[in-house]
């Protein structure tokens, strides 16, 4: 089982990201799907969330109307389309995986929002 974040990086104030999480060795399209962030020194906290066929999605307060999550269950993909990017939206983004007690969590991809 694998969930491999990539596309992070640094970026200005201002700037877009997207976030990719690649999913093998389970039935993908059965999971929902979170991508949570962790900025140092804080909690981790839950930024979007995605139903299993994509029909539904949550976005926290701090993200609403900047970041979209989407799916290719076809490709085993997820992303997150982060717009108009903040210092604060500095942290390690994680790509979450969640289907009844079976839970996957990547690696992180490090987003720096800075000049």
């Known amino acids: 089982v694998q969930l491999v974040e990539s596309g992070g990086g640094l970026v200005q104030p201002g700037g877009s990201l997207r976030l990719s999480c690649a999913a093998s060795?389970?039935?993908?399209?059965?999971?929902?799907i979170n991508w949570y962030r962790q900025a140092p020194g804080k909690e981790r906290e839950l930024v979007a969330s995605?139903?299993?066929?994509?029909?539904?999605?949550n976005y926290a307060d701090s993200v609403k109307d900047r970041c979209t999550i989407s799916r290719d269950n076809a490709k085993n993909m997820v992303y997150l389309q982060m717009n108009s990017l903040k210092p604060e939206d500095t942290a390690v983004y994680y790509c979450y995986a969640s289907f009844s007690d079976y839970h996957y969590w990547g690696q992180g991809t490090q987003v720096t929002v800075s000049t």
């Open positions: 995605i139903t299993r066929g994509g029909g539904s999605t």
């Open positions: 060795g389970f039935t993908f399209s059965r999971y929902a």
